[in-house]
C-alpha cells in the first residue's frame, strides 16, 4: 500500500473515532467532569473579520439572526469612536439585508430596570458587540439589567449573540485584559478580569496567532485549569451552537486549550516572571469546517 494511501486510511480512522466518541453518553461525559456550557448560538470573532469583500462572518451573523427578518442592535462602547464604528457595522449589517439594524449609543451604565430592559432587548433577535476595550465594555454593561436579559434571552434561544475582538474577549466569566506576547508562559504575561459571563466556562483570546497569544493563554488556562481555552485568529468565528458544539468558519484557525488531563503544573508555587511548568495540556487545531464538542472535550474530522 503507496504512502498516500496509508494516509487517507489514517485520516479515515480519526473520522470513525470522532464519531464513535460521539456516541459517548452525556451522564457519563457529566460524570468524567465534563460540564456543559452551551446553551445557545454565540459567534465569537477573533477580531479584523472581512468588512468589504465577501464578509462571510458578518453575513453569518445576520443569517443566523434571521435574514431579511433580522433586527439588529450594535454595541459599540467597546471603541473610543462608538459613532464611527457604530456607522460602519450598521452600513453593513443594512447592506446585508437585515430588516432593521440600531445603534445603542452607551456612554453610561445604563439604568434600566428589568422590565425596561426585557423590552428593550426583545425588540432585538441579533445584538453585536464591538472591538475596542474590554475593560471598558464590562465597566459599562456588566452585570447591569440589560447585560443579564442578553444572557437570559440566549439560554432561551430567543437572541444570536456576536462579539468581534474586545467583545469576544468579554464573553468569558475570567477575561484576557491585557498582556504581552512572544514570550515563554509566566504569570507577568497576562491581565485578568471578570468578563459578561456569557460562556463562563471558557476564556478568551482573540487576534490570536496574528498577535502571537499562545503563551499567555496557557498563561490565562493554568491560574484556572476549570476552564477551556479558546484563543481566535483573525477573520475567524468560533460559533457556540445549542447542541454542545463548536464550529468554525473564516479563514484561520481557532485553538483549544485543554488542561482536563494535566497531570503536573508549578502555577500555584512560582511568581513573577518565572517560567510556568505544565504537563500533559491538551491542545487543539481546528481551521473552517471543524468542530469540537464542548461537553465532552473532543475535537470532529471533518468528512475525508
Not at 443594512?94 to 426585557?118: C, F, K, W
Not at 430567543?158 to 508562559?185: D, F, K
Not at 504569570?187 to 502571537?212: A, C, W, Y
Request: hydrophobic content about 40%.
Amino acid at each position: 500500500m503507496s504512502q498516500g494511501a496509508n494516509l487517507i486510511n489514517r485520516l479515515k480512522k480519526f473520522v470513525d473515532q470522532s464519531a464513535n466518541m460521539l456516541n459517548l453518553d452525556e451522564d457519563v461525559a457529566i460524570e468524567r467532569g465534563m460540564t456543559q456550557i452551551i446553551k445557545s448560538a454565540v459567534m465569537v470573532i477573533g477580531g479584523g473579520e472581512d468588512k468589504v469583500q465577501d464578509r462571510k462572518i458578518l453575513k453569518a451573523f445576520v443569517e443566523n439572526s434571521g435574514g431579511s427578518q433580522a433586527r439588529i442592535a450594535i454595541i459599540p462602547c467597546a471603541s473610543r469612536e462608538p459613532d464611527i464604528i457604530g456607522r460602519i457595522y450598521h452600513d453593513i449589517f443594512t447592506d446585508l439585508g437585515a430588516q432593521a439594524v440600531e445603534v445603542l449609543d452607551i456612554r453610561e451604565r445604563p439604568n434600566y430596570d428589568y422590565p425596561a430592559a426585557e423590552a428593550l432587548v426583545d425588540r432585538f433577535t441579533g445584538v453585536f458587540m464591538t472591538g475596542g476595550d474590554q475593560l471598558r465594555l464590562c465597566g459599562l454593561i456588566a452585570d447591569t439589567p440589560f447585560a443579564i436579559t442578553i444572557a437570559k434571552r440566549i439560554t432561551e434561544n430567543r437572541l444570536v449573540l456576536a462579539g468581534t475582538s474586545a467583545g469576544a474577549a468579554a464573553m468569558g466569566y475570567n477575561m484576557i485584559s491585557g498582556g504581552s506576547s512572544g514570550e515563554s508562559p509566566h504569570k507577568e504575561l497576562v491581565n485578568m478580569s471578570t468578563g459578561l459571563s456569557i460562556l463562563p466556562e471558557i476564556i478568551v483570546d482573540q487576534h490570536f496567532h496574528n498577535r502571537n497569544r499562545m503563551a499567555r493563554l496557557i498563561t490565562a488556562i493554568a491560574a484556572h485549569p476549570d476552564k477551556i481555552g479558546i484563543g481566535i485568529d483573525e477573520d475567524t468565528v468560533a460559533i457556540f451552537e445549542p447542541n454542545n458544539i463548536m464550529r468554525v468558519l473564516g479563514r484561520g484557525t481557532v485553538t483549544v486549550v485543554d488542561p482536563g488531563e494535566v497531570s503536573y503544573s508549578n502555577q500555584l508555587w512560582v511568581s513573577g516572571a518565572a517560567p510556568l511548568t505544565i504537563h500533559n495540556l491538551r491542545v487543539h487545531i481546528l481551521a473552517a469546517g471543524c468542530k469540537y464538542h464542548l461537553l465532552k472535550r473532543i475535537p470532529i474530522s471533518p468528512s475525508v
